[in-house]
């Protein structure tokens, strides 16, 4: 509370009063006139301000700062309202600071500052306060006195002498100014009385500042009852519970329980779960009815309640047991994959003998879009389970899999856990869908988590970190997709049974296209009331010249842009003649249409190389979207011995070049060359299409060939293609992916292929489609390979596939 002074203004103390003051600059105060302030002064200009007043009039104006941050105000920083004070005393502090005690005199204004370096000097003009009319004085002084009171008595921060202090005070310029002293306000708002120059002017400036205070004032009143009225509510809340508690718990009356936890025991009691997982809901259970409800806890113990219940324990649908019925699904959804269809053909022969089996692990393993997950999907549907999906790509954290524990806030269980919920029985299909793409960091290993999921010996009392109980996995089956069998850890393979899904030939592709993806698309261009024809030449050509992948995705695409382009012509152009003949258009996509539509041809198929080339070789290799032809370019300058090797070529295939280069070196004489033949040859091997990486020992027959016909100057035959890895002996080993070379070659228009002699038994395996028209030799040796690449064929019988 603001000090009063008892000095009044007369006017013996304002002829007193010199018209030149020195000027104090004060930092986060405004003071005005009939108060006493102590004032801390700590720059050296406002103390040498002080000492001249001190040892002169002992005058001093005092002005605030307009920014209280400026260390080094100039008289653009100061009001030039203030207030004109006298120095009481002054009281050098021992850190160099100086305390002065002034008592405010009169209201004043700054009418120019004068140019004294040493400190802030300027010329005062005295505002002597004003008489007014009386009776309006009388009414304003009374709004004010009113506000007043109410204001002290609302705000804490205000003793309640203050009122005592004001109704002694009789002249209305010194009550305004106590009123002002005690107001807690900002300085621009306290600044805005003293720029006020009448009496009444600053009155009713003072009464808007109390309005608005007081308003405020009860607004934070009512807001603290209702928080406090809050709290007290809780509190007494609290208090009742935990004494009914009390005496439930000495009474042992479990019927008094809240009806929310009675229901909740009532789920439980109807659960038929194993006698250990209801011996841990019985006792969390138990915590719960003992637990606050406000208490973090509470919330804990009835989620993990809610899980147990919402987890299937026993439900369980009914298996379609109908081999006929499920091969009928199967080959509705999907043409071609016969190997895994038979797979699930066979689960549901065994099903039919045993009745109980345990769940079957499964992995598709084959590039994108060759129908992996849909397969998943109409088994599930065959099987009459249900179908729940899991993506395990980019998948780090093992609490992923296993659920996180309960320790944690925002704590769940996995996704195990969550697709068992999702599917609603204890025997659903849950597709694993990538799990070649999971990985691991420090959160843990998730393919690791995996191994007990996977494992039909452990899957039975899989443990979930949240639910922290054994839960049966033995009757869901799991089938899991990938596009690579070697990033999947080999553990984890060796749980599941890997069935192969090798890229679509041609006429697959086309009938796909004719029975689902056709009808598709034109559903979903709204072309099914048109007659839209789309014939299997065009089908074909679509397939051979602007796509090139083992599955049908692009392919897919590619008859959408043909749809989307239809659909834009039918609305632009033939709307009219719809309209004016009212019958269902035709449509017609010819070879013109589609090249129109979809652009110029895009791959082409038959890439084998042209004519016979001295030093060019076709290979046959397997990549991620099928098989490939991959052809060798070799040729031999003058230089020194060198050996360069370019076409983004891996480690495995630099070293079968360089094993095959060995192996000529080592067997010149038997294949007609020159003893050190290389002597002073710089070798130089190129794969083409530089820009995709190469890798594997497959290509070591043909990069072999490729040598000896750049060294001995003899064109291979152009037609002849072939695969396999080899030794320094010069023996042919086996390779992989030989379904796949061969579409490849198939699609090239080679009509000789060599494999390795221990290759010949998957021919089996392998569909007529594939073989049709062409030539497969197999070989054990480089020796017996060379005969039907350069010409020099001994008589040969035919291989023939039995």
């Not at 001249?52 to 080094?72: H, M, R």
Request: hydrophobic content about 40%.
């Amino acid at each position: 509370m603001a000090e009063l002074s008892n000095s009044t203004v007369d006017e013996s103390i304002v002829h007193e009063i010199p018209k030149i003051l020195p000027v104090l600059p004060l930092r986060d105060n405004v003071i005005f006139p009939y108060m006493i302030f102590p004032v801390l002064v700590g720059r050296d200009q406002s103390i040498r301000a002080a000492n001249f007043s001190l040892e002169n009039s002992k005058y001093i104006f005092l002005a605030a700062q307009k920014k209280g941050n400026v260390e080094e105000p100039t008289v653009k920083d100061i009001y030039v309202e203030g207030t004109i004070a006298k120095i009481i005393q002054i009281l050098k502090l021992p850190n160099g600071l100086m305390k002065i005690l002034v008592d405010g005199t009169i209201h004043g204004k700054i009418i120019k500052f004068t140019e004294n370096p040493d400190f802030f000097e300027a010329e005062i003009e005295i505002i002597l306060p004003t008489d007014q009319e009386h009776r309006e004085m009388n009414a304003l002084i009374r709004q004010m006195t009113n506000l007043f009171k109410e204001y002290v008595k609302i705000n804490r921060s205000i003793p309640a002498e203050a009122i005592n202090a004001y109704e002694n005070i009789d002249e209305p310029d010194r009550k305004l100014f106590y009123v002002a002293a005690n107001i807690n306000q900002s300085i621009e708002v306290k600044q805005g009385i003293l720029q006020q120059f009448t009496l009444r002017d600053q009155i009713y400036e003072i009464i808007k500042i109390l309005l608005s205070e007081v308003d405020i004032l009860k607004i934070e009143k009512e807001i603290e009852s209702k928080v406090q009225e809050n709290i007290s509510k809780s509190q007494r809340r609290f208090i009742i519970q935990e004494q009914i508690r009390i005496l439930q718990d000495e009474l042992g009356d479990e019927d008094s329980a809240s009806p929310e936890l009675l229901k909740l025991k009532e789920k439980l009691d109807k659960l038929k779960i194993p006698k250990a997982v209801r011996e841990k809901v019985e006792e969390e259970f138990n915590k719960l009815r003992k637990t606050p409800p406000n208490s973090p806890e509470t919330t804990v113990l009835r989620n993990f309640l809610d899980w147990i219940i919402d987890v299937p324990w026993n439900k369980k649908s009914k298996d379609y047991l109908d081999v006929d019925y499920v091969r009928e699904i199967l080959d509705q959804d999907h043409f071609g994959l016969d190997k895994p269809k038979e797979r699930v053909v066979e689960h549901i022969a065994v099903l039919n003998l045993v009745k109980q089996m345990r769940g079957q692990i499964l992995c598709f393993v084959g590039p994108p879009g060759v129908g992996k997950t849909s397969l998943g999907k109409s088994i599930a549907k065959a099987l009459n389970r249900k179908f729940v999906r899991i993506s395990l790509g980019g998948i780090r954290d093992e609490a992923e899999i296993r659920g996180h524990r309960r320790t944690y806030i925002g704590s769940m269980p996995g996704k195990i856990i969550q697709s068992m919920k999702k599917a609603g029985t204890v025997n659903p299909l849950i597709l694993l869908d990538e799990i070649d793409k999971m990985s691991m960091d420090f959160r843990g290993d998730p393919s690791s988590a995996m191994l007990e999921v996977l494992d039909p010996e452990q899957n039975h009392t899989f443990n979930d970190h949240y639910l922290d109980v054994d839960y049966d996995l033995s009757q869901v089956m799991f089938i899991t997709t990938a596009n690579v069998g070697y990033n999947i850890p080999l553990p984890l393979q060796d749980r599941m049974e890997i069935i192969e899904l090798p890229g679509y030939l041609d006429f697959e592709k086309v009938e796909i296209a004719k029975r689902h993806i056709f009808p598709k698309q034109l559903a979903q261009h709204g072309l099914e009331k048109c007659n839209v024809t789309l014939t299997d030449e065009i089908i074909q050509k679509i397939v051979s010249e602007y796509t090139r992948e083992a599955g049908v995705r692009n392919l897919e695409r590619e008859i959408a842009t043909l749809f989307r382009k239809t659909a834009r012509n039918l609305v632009l152009k033939d709307i009219k003649s719809r309209k004016t003949t009212n019958r269902k258009l035709s449509y017609k996509l010819d070879e013109k249409k589609i090249e129109e539509y979809l652009g110029v041809q895009k791959f082409n198929r038959n890439n084998s190389k042209k004519g016979n080339n001295i030093g060019s070789i076709t290979g046959l290799a397997w990549t991620s979207v099928g098989g490939v032809l991959l052809r060798v370019d070799a040729t031999i300058m003058s230089g020194t011995e060198k050996f360069t090797l370019t076409g983004q070529i891996g480690d495995v295939m630099k070293e079968s070049a360089q094993a095959a280069l060995s192996y000529l070196r080592s067997n010149a004489k038997d294949f007609g060359l020159t003893p050190n033949f290389n002597k002073g040859k710089e070798i130089h091997i190129h794969l083409p299409e530089g820009a995709i990486p190469k890798d594997g020992p497959s290509a070591g027959i043909t990069l072999t060939m490729a040598l000896y016909s750049a060294f001995k100057k003899k064109a291979p035959k152009s037609n002849v293609a072939m695969t396999g890895e080899i030794t320094l002996l010069g023996e042919v080993l086996p390779i992989g992916g030989l379904n796949e070379k061969l579409l490849a070659a198939q699609r090239g228009g080679i009509k000789t292929v060599l494999i390795p002699k221990e290759n010949e038994k998957d021919l089996v395996e392998i569909k007529p489609e594939v073989t049709d028209g062409m030539k497969i030799i197999p070989v054990s040796t480089i020796k017996q390979a060379f005969p039907y690449v350069f010409g020099k064929v001994s008589p040969v019988v035919k291989i023939v596939k039995k």
